[in-house]
């Protein structure tokens, strides 16, 4: 059995991408799709077994590395589950997971902040986020220069990331396990 | 701190508005960076909120309008509108909750609240590039936006039909072999978001 590279800590590898790994695999995947999870986690299984076996040799960065697997996983997985379903539509399943219950435990958090904005910054977060006008279209309908919106979104994110966190911790945080960076 | 380059492209990263190159070359960036990671994954958040949250009222720059003279501070006109709207008010809080439109995934990150909206096609496999893509009228909608979207996003379009033909240039990009996902929003006038369908998936054989 090939030996792990000297330079690559797998355990940091695992506590430092699992959270990237699986944001971006919810994205391709949609949020309702409980596979996320399996899905993420075969590819950290990948990524281990690729770098025991000496395939990363380090000419990229250990995060393209990962990258690429997750890329090649999700494109499989995709293929996979349409033959699936045109055979047998697929019935969804009840997602249990301590990740998904503390994401759905921020998302409330949040929600409740939202709810406590100052109408002016509620104003441009709906127009923008909510039905995901452009930022011109968002300043022209409330009669504002682009960049007074910026300063308004980022201005509303500040506040809404201070208020959850306050009260649920940081919102992306998450890695049960302990991400330094 | 993010990098201010990829700090720029986050909105438009996950409302998906980068074209393919655009997302892969974020999507590598927030895998070596976690600062741009933690700071796209917050925003993630916040939009999920927000879609949460449901529409919120917006003053648009026309309700800031000068109001019609019959409409002065105190006139009975007034007091009028104000006893109509106490009494809606009232009577919305005798409204079951069941009667409120559903909430539905939109395939992305979020959810919105709304009615579904019904994609036609094309879906499952098919033979050759499709040349349109069909939909279910939403009643009161009068206009439609569509996202086409590979492994990452293809086109994004408006209409104001329940159908939109797929550019040349458009289709061109699309192989055989491959997946493809879409989905359309309702708009109701306004602006408002009236409806979403789910995420329709095609593959166009070899």
């Given at each position: 059995m090939s030996r792990p590279k000297p330079d690559v800590d797998?355990?940091?590898?695992?506590?430092?991408?699992?959270?990237?790994?699986?944001?971006?695999?919810?994205?391709?995947?949609?949020?309702?799709?409980?596979?996320?999870?399996?899905?993420?986690?075969?590819?950290?299984?990948?990524?281990?077994?690729?770098v025991k076996s000496g395939e990363f040799r380090g000419d990229s960065k250990i995060g393209t590395f990962i990258y690429t697997i997750t890329v090649r996983r999700i494109v499989d997985y995709i293929r996979d589950k349409t033959k699936i379903a045109r055979r047998f539509p697929a019935e969804s399943e009840a997602p249990a997971a301590e990740d998904r219950i503390e994401t759905e435990e921020r998302v409330r958090h949040l929600t409740a902040a939202v709810a406590t904005l100052a109408p002016k910054y509620r104003e441009v977060l709906d127009l923008y986020y909510y039905q995901e006008l452009s930022r011109e279209e968002t300043a022209r309908r409330l009669g504002l220069s682009p960049a007074r919106v910026s300063e308004r979104v980022h201005y509303a994110q500040k506040l809404l990331l201070k208020a959850v966190q306050r009260t649920a911790g940081p919102l992306s945080a998450p890695p049960s396990d302990s991400r330094k960076d | 701190?993010?990098?201010?380059?990829?700090?720029?492209?986050?909105?438009?990263?996950?409302?998906?508005?980068?074209?393919?190159?655009?997302?892969?070359?974020?999507?590598?960036?927030?895998?070596?960076?976690?600062?741009?990671?933690?700071?796209?994954?917050?925003?993630?958040?916040?939009?999920?909120?927000?879609?949460?949250?449901?529409?919120?009222?917006?003053?648009?720059?026309?309700?800031?309008?000068?109001?019609?003279?019959?409409?002065?501070?105190?006139?009975?006109?007034?007091?009028?509108?104000?006893?109509?709207?106490?009494?809606?008010?009232?009577?919305?809080?005798?409204?079951?909750?069941?009667?409120?439109?559903?909430?539905?995934?939109?395939?992305?990150?979020?959810?919105?609240?709304?009615?579904?909206?019904?994609?036609?096609?094309?879906?499952?496999?098919i033979k050759e590039t499709p040349k349109e893509l069909v939909w279910v009228p939403v009643e009161g909608a009068t206009e439609y936006t569509v996202v086409l979207e590979g492994i990452k996003p293809v086109w994004t379009a408006a209409t104001r039909e329940t159908s939109i033909k797929i550019p040349p240039e458009i289709a061109a990009r699309m192989s055989p072999g491959k997946i493809y996902t879409w989905r359309v929003k309702a708009y109701a006038a306004g602006g408002a978001l009236a409806a979403a369908s789910a995420r329709k998936s095609f593959l166009i054989a070899r």
């Open positions: 797998l355990d940091d590898v695992v506590a430092r991408f699992r959270p990237v790994v699986g944001f971006k695999v919810r994205r391709a995947l949609g949020p309702q799709n409980p596979d996320w999870e399996d899905l993420t986690n075969e590819v950290l299984a990948q990524t281990i077994e690729k | 701190m993010p990098h201010p380059e990829y700090e720029a492209m986050i909105d438009a990263y996950l409302l998906g508005r980068l074209s393919e190159e655009e997302t892969e070359r974020f999507e590598r960036h927030y895998f070596e960076c976690p600062e741009c990671f933690r700071e796209t994954a917050d925003r993630a958040a916040m939009i999920e909120a927000v879609k949460a949250a449901g529409p919120a009222p917006v003053r648009t720059r026309e309700a800031n309008m000068p109001l019609p003279s019959g409409f002065r501070p105190f006139s009975l006109a007034w007091v009028t509108i104000g006893a109509v709207l106490v009494l809606l008010a009232v009577s919305l809080l005798f409204i079951p909750r069941a009667s409120r439109p559903p909430d539905f995934p939109d395939g992305g990150i979020r959810s919105v609240r709304g009615e579904t909206l019904t994609l036609t096609g094309p879906v499952g496999t």
